[in-house]
T-cell receptor
Framework: DGGITQSPKYLFRKEGQNVTLSCEQNLNHDAMYWYRQDPGQGLRLIYYSQIVNDFQKGDIAEGYSVSREKKESFPLTVTSAQKNPTAFYLC?????????????FGPGTRLTVT | AQKITQTQPGMFVQEKEAVTLDCTYDTSDQSYGLFWYKQPSSGEMIFLIYQGSYDEQNATEGRYSLNFQKARKSTNLVISASQLGDSAMYFCAMRESRFEAGSYQLTFGKGTKLSVIP
């Protein structure tokens, strides 16, 4: 079945540690996205990538980094510079040929930093 | 200014009744897409329905339909015959045709929490 996988579902880290969230898709989509969701809020874009080896900052990129070495994979690193990292993180992919295509989402990773 | 506004933080509906969730948007583009997603308590985002700015007919998908009023820039989601499983957060989102920074980014509203009462 085609889809997006994110692992792990729950992640706990100590303050000051970097942590990497995994995102893999087998939908053959060129574009991939990372969103952050805080309680009671909508999704905010962290980073996106349209093609391999290229990515762009979204609205809240500070304290995060990404890589796109393969079409299928778009890992997100939450660095120690991110001041408030505890949140729900969602990865998505889409066909970016036009505005009519929906984004497909993974199940998300809940990160708790203490 | 917010691009997507959902003014109802929470809504209640009796099982088997219909409910309308409001969404207004702001864009200067002529071509854009409007999406509704459902987010159950488990967290995944489920795509429900899409409306294109040039579509003359209101979109329908099973029990979901849109009341699209382009001049008012609103795209309200109507859920008919509500079921207990419809209890979730519902997000309205817009994808504009303008290729800002090289991508058709999706902008989300803050969501409406729907609770279906037995």
């Amino acid at each position: 079945d085609g889809g997006i996988t994110q692992s792990p579902k729950y992640l706990f880290r100590k303050e000051g540690q970097n942590v990497t969230l995994s995102c893999e898709q087998n939908l053959n989509h060129d574009a991939m996205y990372w969103y952050r969701q805080d309680p009671g809020q909508g999704l905010r874009l962290i980073y996106y990538s349209q093609i391999v080896n290229d990515f762009q900052k979204g609205d809240i990129a500070e304290g995060y980094s990404v890589s796109r070495e393969k079409k299928e994979s778009f890992p997100l690193t939450v660095t120690s510079a991110q001041k408030n990292p505890t949140a729900f993180y969602l990865c998505a992919s889409s066909d970016d040929s036009g505005f009519a295509y929906e984004q497909y989402f993974g199940p998300g990773t809940r990160l708790t930093v203490t | 200014a917010q691009k997507i506004t959902q003014t109802q933080p929470g809504m209640f509906v009796q099982e088997k009744e219909a409910v309308t969730l409001d969404c207004t948007y702001d864009t200067s583009d002529q071509s854009y897409g409007l999406f509704w997603y459902k987010q159950p308590s488990s967290g995944e985002m489920i795509f429900l329905i899409y409306q294109g700015s040039y579509d003359e007919q209101n979109a329908t998908e099973g029990r979901y339909s849109l009341n699209f009023q382009k001049a008012r820039k609103s795209t309200n989601l109507v859920i008919s015959a509500s079921q207990l499983g419809d209890s979730a957060m519902y997000f309205c989102a817009m994808r504009e045709s303008r290729f800002e920074a090289g991508s058709y980014q999706l902008t989300f509203g803050k969501g409406t929490k729907l609770s279906v009462i037995p």
